[in-house]
């Protein structure tokens, strides 16, 4: 019984030897496992530091030079004038003279009526003739205009503006000019513009130069019944101071 008892303790002690070698293995094993994983991951901390270092002290790259462009003279096309094409007759806003316009082709009045077409030119000319038969009538040009006067009224003031001739008139209004000068106020009359593109439009233009010829001759003769008037004035009031006289002295 006891030599029974004695060879299971034997076992059992035999059992937890073997048990205590497998875990002092377990064990040792872990430890190898973990030094080795930890010395590969210090190589690649190695490794990685000097791929960082080549970057950082890499050659810059040379610029290579520029190339040299050799700008070519832009030559402007010629301006091709095209031939004008009959318009109805318009009325054109009336606008101050004291606007500021800006022509970017720059081109002088005489230089605008050289484009024209034929038609436009026996239009302009027709206008001109009629204006230059009034009497007294002398011409004043300019690079913008041309104005046809009688003294220092205007009889009608061409322009060419964008290819299309404009006729300019200042209508006068004796009436309302009285009216405003009977109240202390200043009056500039506003102009009045006509497109000449058909013949219409020619005869519409001659008409309105008969008209501001007769209105200028009309206030002429005003003027001077405005004088006849005065110097009448003045002697019935030298007559009465006169008689005023000869009556103090009896």
């Known amino acids: 019984m006891e030599q ?13 030897c073997m048990l205590c070698l497998f ?21 690649n901390d190695k490794e990685e530091n000097v791929v960082t270092v080549i ?26 004038i095209e031939e004008e094409i009959p318009a109805p007759v318009e009325i054109v806003e009336e606008h101050d003279d004291s606007e500021v316009t800006f022509n970017k082709t720059r081109l002088t ?32 040009s300019n690079n913008n205009y041309t104005d046809y006067k009688i003294g220092a009224n205007r009889l009608v003031r061409m322009m060419i503006k964008r290819g299309e001739i404009v006729c300019e008139f200042i209508f006068i209004d004796r009436d309302f000019k009285a009216y405003a000068s009977e109240n202390n106020v200043k009056m ?27 209105q200028i001759e009309e206030e002429k003769e005003y003027k001077k019944q405005l004088a006849r008037e005065k110097r009448r004035e003045q002697r019935q009031k030298a007559k009465e101071t006169e008689e005023n006289k000869d009556t103090a002295n009896v």
Do not use: W
């Not at 029974?4 to 937890?16: G, K, P, R, S």
């Not at 190339?67 to 096309?77: C, D, G, L, S």
């Not at 027709?126 to 038969?133: E, M």
């Open 4 to 16: 029974a008892l004695e060879i299971t303790l034997t076992f059992f002690m035999i059992f937890l």
């Open 23 to 43: 875990s002092v293995l377990v064990i040792a094993r872990d430890i190898v496992r973990e030094a080795a994983s930890q010395s590969r991951k210090k190589k």
């Open 55 to 80: 970057k950082e002290v890499a050659v810059p790259a040379v610029k290579e030079p520029e190339a040299t462009v050799k700008e070519e003279p832009v030559i402007a096309p010629t301006p091709v």
């Open 109 to 140: 009045h005489s230089e605008k009526y050289e484009a024209l077409s034929s038609l436009y030119k026996e239009f302009y000319d027709a206008i001109v003739k009629h204006a230059l038969s009034k009497e007294g009538v002398k011409e004043f």
């Open 188 to 214: 500039k009359p506003a102009a009045t513009s006509v497109k000449i593109n058909e013949p219409s439009a020619v005869g519409v233009a001659k008409d309105g130069i008969d008209r501001v010829c007769q």
